[in-house]
């Protein structure tokens, strides 16, 4: 008899979800997709909600969560199972993380993983960065998702092959193949999903996420994503800023206490640090020289509140910082 260990996880959006027009839109698409019967798979780079989407899609399926992340080291038997010696026997039942039995033995025996437990279960498959995996470590998926029958190894005794429960569903994220440890997807499998590419989200979800995320007034969270928005559209970086960049600027700002105006030095100190370093992978000083003069120029745009003037250079001798926050 095989055994499982598998930690299920609660089907549930994340603290703090934002659902706008523009995210409903991306979850109603992929929800018929799903109610279509097909695996779907969120593409896109790096802080475009994949993962969380991902969750979100999850909790409206309602069936527990089976969560694997890509992994370079990852075998077929890390997804499908394996002969383990040690074993702590977990039945896993419908109710979340509640564990029915539990015994122990020394004896080397199958033990089901993710991809078996959720296949035999009905639940939903969350595959997350799935072409950080060695191809061939993902060829198993090829019969699961077109066949919907999962070839067992001979050391699994009992049956040939399970039958893949109705419910089983599957969520796949990955990055683009350029990324830095990914692997190119093989054809088959790709042709097997429905692809949603995913862009950076719209000004209206991204000054909601990061309001959410840090706490913080919309009228605020609005003067942050215009300046990441601004530096995004200049091109000027090797990679994009994210919704991440937004939301830690928000964190630290409200952590220092700093105010988001362009009269505050530590503001742009925190914008400067955050977004140079975000969107270069080495810190050549030359190249952020010009990134850094258009994130200036971006905060005296967004953040010159309060009936502010830009701040010239000579104004900058007049007003002390200490003063200008003051007022
Ligand atoms: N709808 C949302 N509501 C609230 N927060 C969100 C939402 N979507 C994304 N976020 C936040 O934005 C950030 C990036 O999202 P996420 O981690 O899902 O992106 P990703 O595309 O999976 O990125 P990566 O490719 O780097 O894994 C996270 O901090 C997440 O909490
Ligand atoms: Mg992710």
Redesign the pocket.
């Known amino acids: 008899m095989s055994q499982e260990l598998t930690t299920l996880i609660e089907p549930r ?2 603290e ?5 027009k523009h ?1 409903r839109d991306i979850t109603n698409r992929a929800m018929a997709f799903i109610k279509s019967g097909f695996p779907l798979h ?1 593409r ?13 899609l999850a909790a409206k399926i309602g069936r527990p969560v089976v969560l694997i992340h890509g992994d370079e080291e990852f075998s077929t038997s890390d997804l499908v199972g394996g002969e383990y010696g040690y074993r702590v026997k977990k039945v896993v039942d419908n109710f979340i993380h509640s564990v029915l039995k539990t015994e122990e033995d020394m004896t080397r025996r199958w033990v089901d993983n993710r991809l078996t437990v959720a296949c035999k279960y009905g639940f939903t498959l969350i595959y ?2 799935f072409n950080r995996s060695r191809p061939e470590a993902n060829n198993i998926l090829l019969s699961v998702l077109q066949e919907k029958m999962m070839d067992l190894p001979v050391a699994r005794e009992g049956d040939d092959y399970l039958k893949v429960d109705p419910d089983f569903t599957t969520i796949f ?3 683009p193949e350029e990324y830095a440890g990914t692997h190119k997807t093989q054809d088959a499998l790709r042709d097997r999903m429905i692809t949603l590419d ?1 862009d950076h ?1 719209d000004r209206d ?1 991204e000054v ?2 990061t309001s ?2 840090a706490q913080m007034t919309k009228k605020n969270a609005e003067k942050i994503v215009d300046v990441v928005r601004g530096f995004r559209e200049t091109g000027e970086y090797e990679f994009a800023p ?3 960049a937004c ?1 830690m600027i928000a964190k630290v700002v409200k952590t220092r206490k700093a105010s988001i105006s362009a009269r505050d030095e530590i503001f742009q100190q925190i914008c400067l640090d955050i977004l140079t370093s975000e969107t270069s992978r080495i810190g050549i000083r030359q190249d952020q020289g010009n990134a850094k003069k258009i994130i200036v120029s971006l905060i005296e745009k967004h953040c010159n509140t309060n009936g502010f003037l830009v701040r010239t250079k000579s104004d900058k001798k007049k007003v002390p910082v200490s003063t200008a926050k003051a007022a």
Not at 16 to 20: D, I, N, S
């Open positions: 959006s994340e703090g979800f934002v659902e706008t995210i969120f896109g780079v790096s802080g475009t909600g994949k993962t969380t989407l991902a969750m979100h997350d960065e994220t990955s990055n995913l989200f979800s909601g996420i959410s995320k994210t919704i991440r939301i």
